[in-house]
């Protein structure tokens, strides 16, 4: 009996487990490897999340955001103020255009340049935001998911009983008592 129990205690005394350490060296251990993948994936989203995480503006960021939202209804408003004065005030309004009918046509390629780039580079600020929000979206993708596949196991639990056991209230509203009376007049005669 000593023999064994010392033999035994040299195998798997001291909290270790020689047999599994041996194999160990040969195969790996699939529920490490799984912890290991795990740590990894995490890792992954947690680095992916901090790249898109948003950062907060500043009051200088703020006020620049706004100013650069006054362009397009600057000009559009701008537009439409003209065609108000050409029917309020022709005389001034033909005034004003005879002056910009002055303005040489190399400051008219300029200002069409600085306009182009200024929608450009607007177009590209936010084509940018809108990657970053689908980034954040497709972080939430997985937990989505487990909650679709936990919907649909509810679906498919519910539909499994009702098909075992139809249910009263079904039962209730399959009955027409018109029906009822017609086919016991039937039977009778």
């Known amino acids: 009996m000593g023999l064994i129990s010392g033999l035994l205690s040299l195998l798997f005394g001291g909290e270790r487990n020689v047999v599994r350490e041996t194999a160990e060296v040969f195969l790996e251990n ?19 999340g901090a790249e898109f995480q948003l950062q907060p503006k500043s009051g200088f960021d703020r006020f620049m955001d706004g100013i650069n939202r006054l362009p397009r209804p600057a000009l559009a408003l701008g537009t ?3 065609f108000a ?10 005034e004003r255009m ?3 009918a002055l303005v040489p ?12 780039f200024y929608f450009g580079a607007r177009h590209q600020t936010k084509a940018q935001e809108f990657q970053r929000e689908v980034g954040v979206t497709l972080a939430q993708a997985p937990k989505v998911m487990e909650n679709l596949e936990a919907l649909e196991r509810l679906q498919n639990r519910s539909s499994r009983d009702a098909r075992k056991e139809p249910s009263k ?16 007049l039937r039977t009778v005669e």
């Open 30 to 48: 699939a529920e490490s490897a799984a912890a290991r993948s795990a740590a990894l994936r995490e890792q992954a989203l947690m680095q992916f």
């Open 80 to 82: 439409l103020g003209l």
């Open 85 to 94: 004065i050409a029917m309020i005030d022709p005389l001034w309004f033909a």
């Open 98 to 100: 005879h002056g910009i």
């Open 105 to 116: 046509e190399p400051l008219w390629w300029l200002l069409g340049v600085i306009v182009s």
């Open 169 to 184: 209230q079904r039962a209730r509203e399959d009955r027409n008592p018109a029906l009822d009376d017609w086919r016991r």
